[in-house]
């Protein structure tokens, strides 16, 4: 409509003199605010020093089965992490390889079942309790890629192209959130200017998107 025309351009013009003095703002905060080597992330160890996360797989739910290995302590073991504990095959680290016995908490016996997959702490002063092998949470790797797979599938299936850019959406601003706000925040920035910057980029890729879906 060729009426129309003029209201549409000056409405355009409109929208892009907030847009781009906005998308300006966000990349130039994006650069001041970008954590540097000095970031906090990763400055802190997990553990004591000597120990280190590792993994292992449940052979067996009865600590008798692997607790020859821990006899050749003698007196020096005090059994105590051996009450509730599980047969296990190191699969990394220092003890790769060997079946030795797992301290599981009794709140989690009852779910474990041979197969699983375990990260486990390795502290090697806690050999005398027993074991130096401490459960700390079962392997989600796997499963939790099988069910993004899944759930990028569906939404696909279901809504095609806005599927794909709603799931692009998603990726988009959880990499905002873990590479740029939760580091900045950590590298000690001022929270409220990353969040205002953090927010911004999410709705720029937001509005790109919306375009995108337009146009589609």
Known sequence: ???????????????????????????????????GKSSLVGSQAFGAEGTSLETATITSK????????????GDASTGGLLTDAVCARITSGKGEGLVLPVHLPAESMSAADVG????V??????????????FVD???????LALSVVYLVLVVAVAGRKGVLSALGLV??????????IPALLDLAPPMWVTLVGASAMIIT?????????RV
């Open 121 to 134: 702490m390795y502290t090697p002063a806690a050999v005398t309790s027993g074991t130096p092998y401490v």
């Open 62 to 73: 009865s600590v008798a089965d692997c607790q020859a290995a821990t006899r050749s302590l």
């Open 138 to 144: 079962y392997q989600r790797r796997t499963p939790v």
């Open 1 to 35: 409509d060729l009426h129309s025309f003029p209201t549409r351009r000056s409405s355009d013009l409109g929208n892009s003199a907030i847009v781009v003095p906005i998308i300006v703002a966000t990349l130039v905060g994006l650069v001041v605010l970008w954590p």
């Open 172 to 181: 988009l601003a959880t990499a905002v959130l873990v590479f740029f706000m």
């Open 116 to 119: 699983d997959g375990l990260r």
């Open 206 to 214: 937001k509005i790109g998107r919306a375009s995108c879906r337009e």
